[in-house]
């Protein structure tokens, strides 16, 4: 009888991380009559003024304009409105390479979304169909189907109760119960270790850090034009210049030597050289603080596959621009 497959978990974060800019700039906005900049401008007065949250300030602020234009905020609209984002290059072939190289791995990936971005704007785009679950803010409706209330605000540090709903396998976001029960750690669906969060701001960096701390793996990404990586790259633990490979199956062929092909090792040695010199290059404060001397003897053994397809996804993000 064939062994099980281990499951894998790959959070990710939406605006920024899987497609630029924010969702509500496609055409929502626009639809309002405003631009972006004033739009943002004035979510945070508003939030500052109420003291108030500032993805419920966003969400009111939507329904607000919305109805003064006299702009329909029904589910249909929302999802119409995803349906112009534009993704990252790579994007929409990035889920099933993975999930194939997964299988190869023996390991069943799985692909959640926490964003605090609209649910119903995701649930749009070309690739809602490829998440087990999309954790999103998202509105009430009343019985006309109109937006009328938030449902479910999604904020920075409320994103990670959504990490522990995937471990835990409660799914169900109206599910306190759950949630909150004691569950053996041996028991939990997708254990912390097995789990890789990727995001690309400082909205992200509870979910880093939570994850990392519990064994798993945290992918900040960033545009490569960018000066400087921000805090939360380092909240990450790692640097990237990049987000998806076109074809997982160049992985190994762009930068390592044809000798060098299918020797992990030496693949992570020269992973660690070039983390090196881009730490002493950018950040020559942090040169003696991060250690990239000696490969790590999990990653030398290479006897779990989980680490096995974790270090592609970190390589990847390394080193590739899309």
Known sequence: MPGRLVRMAIAYDFDGT??????????FVPNIGMKSKAFWTEVTALTKAQEADGVLSYMQLMLEKAANKKIQVRKENFVKYGESVKLFDGVLDWFDQINEYGKKKKI????????????EMIAGTPIATKFKRIFASSFMYDHHGIAH???????????????????????????DSKINAYILEKERPVPFRNMVFIGDGSTDIPCFRLVKGQGGHSIAVYKPTTSSPLLCKLEAGQFFEAIFARKVENLLERQISVQHKNDFGAYLRNWIT??????????????QKYDFTELPAPFEAMQNNFYDLSVV??????????
């Open 18 to 27: 899987l497609a630029p800019g924010n969702m509500q700039e496609y055409e």
């Open 149 to 175: 209330w938030p449902a479910l605000a999604v904020n920075y540090t409320t994103k990670t109760q959504y990490l522990f709903r995937i471990n835990k396998g409660a799914l169900n976001v109206y599910d």
């Open 108 to 119: 069943n990936i799985e692909h959640y979304i926490i964003s605090s971005g609209i649910r």
């Open 313 to 322: 996804l970190s390589y990847n993000k390394c080193r590739f621009n899309f």
């Open 274 to 287: 070039d983390m090196r010199t881009f730490v002493s290059r950018n950040r020559p404060d942090l040169a």
